[in-house]
């Protein structure tokens, strides 16, 4: 298997936000993206892991710096995985 790690930003956040964060046709998908787009710009960082061959994401990582973190975590200085 060759795996290809794709980094998600503002750009190309719509062809993968219905992968694991939210179905195209919900209700809340528009939400959910101006959301995403917002933490974005704040640092957080996604990566999926997909495979070459069949573009099927087999794992992911979203990460932020801990003073950014949009949960109740007291973090500066560290790196806060979601």
């Known amino acids: 298997m060759t795996i290809k ?10 062809d993968y936000l219905s992968v694991c964060f939210c179905k195209k046709d919900s209700i809340g998908y528009n ?6 787009k917002k ?9 999926f892991i997909t495979d070459n061959k ?4 087999h794992g992911y ?7 950014n973190a949009w949960r109740a975590v007291d973090a500066k ?3 806060f995985i979601h």
Do not use: A, H, P, Q
Not at 39 to 47: N, T, V
Not at 54 to 57: A, G, L, R, T
């Open 39 to 47: 933490r974005l710009k704040e640092g957080l960082k996604i990566k």
């Open 5 to 14: 790690i794709i980094d998600v930003n503002s750009e190309n956040i719509k």
């Open 77 to 79: 200085g560290y790196l």
């Open 54 to 57: 069949d573009k099927i994401v």
């Open 31 to 36: 939400l959910k993206l101006d959301w995403m």
């Open 61 to 67: 990582i979203e990460y932020i710096d801990g003073e």
